[in-house]
Every structure is written in C-alpha cells, then in structure tokens.
C-alpha cells in the first residue's frame, strides 16, 4: 500500500548565517531557512511530521510557557511569520483541522519543529517521538538549551497526553508506506521520514539531517548539531536509503527543495 498525498505547509521562515546551517561556509551570509510540516493522507489515517513554529512564541517570547523563553527575543526578529501561518489556518486550508490528525511524528523537539503540540496533545493525537529526544529534551546541554522550550514540551507531560516514544524505525501503518528512522546527531533522537507515494514513489524529509542541499551533499551538518559525527553518520544513512530506493529527498530547510514540492492546496502524490 502506499501513502495518497502529500502536503507541504510552510509555517515561517526563519533568517540566520548560512554558517549556521552548514558548517564554516559563507560566513555572514544571510539564509532564510523554510519552517514547514508535512501532511499525509494515507487510506488507513492522516499524519503530521512536525507542528512548526509556534506563531505566541514569535508574537511574545518572553510571556511563551510557564517559565517564559526571554531568551528567545534574540531570535524571534529573525522570523518572517504571520497569523495566516498558524499551523491550524494551514491546515484549514487543505480541508483539515487538528482534530482530523491521527498520529504526529516528531523529527524532534526544537522550537522551530514542536510549536504547536499543545493543538495536537488536545486534540487527542498520537504523538510519536524517538525516546531519546523525548528524555534528552528535558535536559539538553550545551548550545542545544536554546532550542527546547518548555513552553512547547509542557503538553507531552500532561497525564491524558497520548504519546508513544518509540526506539529504532517504527512503521506507523504497518505496510511500509510511512516509516520513521532514526537520524541522530542534529539532535540525539532526530528521526526522518520515509514515504511511499502512488506517482511519486519513495519520498525522504530528511528533516534537520542537514539544513541545506550542500550541507547534504557535501557532508556539512550545521554548526551547533548535538554531536557533527552522528550527523554525517546519519546523511549517510539518508543518502544510502536515497540510492537503494531512488528516492527524491527533501531537506527541511532549504527554500529551494522545499519551493520544489507542490503548493497548497496541490499534493505530491
């Protein structure tokens, strides 16, 4: 079986050094990374990789979460976002609404990803996180605190919270049409996610494996990655799925693999 469609919805962009993204290249150069999540329409259930970036958090970093996330005011200038970008409104534009998702897949836990989750944790949704990123985003070390906001991860902790950490790849319908895999190193549990499409064939969102095409093809992870080993061990690892599957890969943040997939209300199929 394979997947139906998949939808593209970009929740802001989000401007810093390219050095950033891929290490020790173009130095003060400006990029203005793509933060989207994915639909998918499968015949057995509707899943979201990723909630995005929370449009409170841009609006009020300081007042963000029961701690605040002042520290985020740094950052938040940086992001091109407005109120049609809510997550929710994105999704309302292709005919769904929070409560229509059945499993969300976490690439993992940064802010510019897990915005959001509390529309999904109410909802209901099965919220599917690696069990590493779920007990490292608790207490990450190093410049990693920057990116794990309580403010996004209070919901997973809720008692009626329904959340599975997994272990290793984990098909989520069972017929290999959607299929996380671990890709550590951007994070400790950072996964990817492989699909199976009707026109398409094997589709890959590398997620942050890498943060741009040439991060990708030449082995760069960006600078401030939980561990830069893991990340080229984990590119690999996509590039090898790539060729024994000829899949078409997306890198999450590169505007233009990301301007290559359809647009709203277009699907890849």
């Known amino acids: 079986m394979t997947a139906d469609h998949l939808y593209t919805l970009n929740t802001g962009h989000w401007t810093f050094d390219f050095s950033m993204a891929v290490q020790m290249t173009n130095l003060g150069e400006p990029y203005a990374g793509t933060c989207p999540v994915y639909l998918v329409e499968h015949p057995e259930g509707t899943v979201l990789f990723d909630t995005g970036l929370s449009y409170d958090m841009k609006e009020n970093p300081t007042e963000y979460g029961p701690d605040g996330a002042p520290h985020m005011a740094e950052f938040v200038d940086a992001i091109e976002m407005d109120e049609s970008q809510r997550v929710e409104h994105l999704l309302e534009d292709v005919g769904y609404g929070p409560g229509d998702v059945d499993v969300v897949v ?3 836990l940064h802010t510019d990803h897990a915005g959001n989750l509390d529309l ?10 690696q069990k590493e990123e779920l007990r490292y985003a608790w207490a990450p070390d190093g410049v990693q605190r920057l990116f794990y906001l309580t403010g996004d991860l209070l919901p997973l902790r ?15 319908f069972g017929d290999g049409s959607v299929v996380a895999f671990p890709t550590p190193g951007h994070s400790p549990g950072h996964q990817s996610l492989q699909l199976e499409l009707p026109d398409a064939g094997t589709v890959i969102l590398a997620a ?3 943060n741009h095409r040439q991060g990708y093809e030449e082995e760069l992870a960006a600078s401030f990655a939980w561990s830069l080993e893991a990340s080229v061990d984990s590119i690999r690892d996509v590039k090898h799925r790539e060729r024994i ?3 078409d890969v997306y890198v999450h943040h590169d505007p233009d693999d990301i301007g290559s997939l359809p647009e709203p209300p277009e699907a890849l199929e």
């Open 106 to 108: 976490m690439s993992h």
């Open 120 to 129: 999904f944790v109410d909802a209901g949704c099965e919220i599917v996180v």
């Open 158 to 172: 809720r008692l009626d919270a329904n959340v599975t950490p997994i272990e290793g790849e984990y098909d989520v």
């Open 208 to 210: 942050d494996a890498a």
């Open 245 to 247: 599957h000829d899949a």
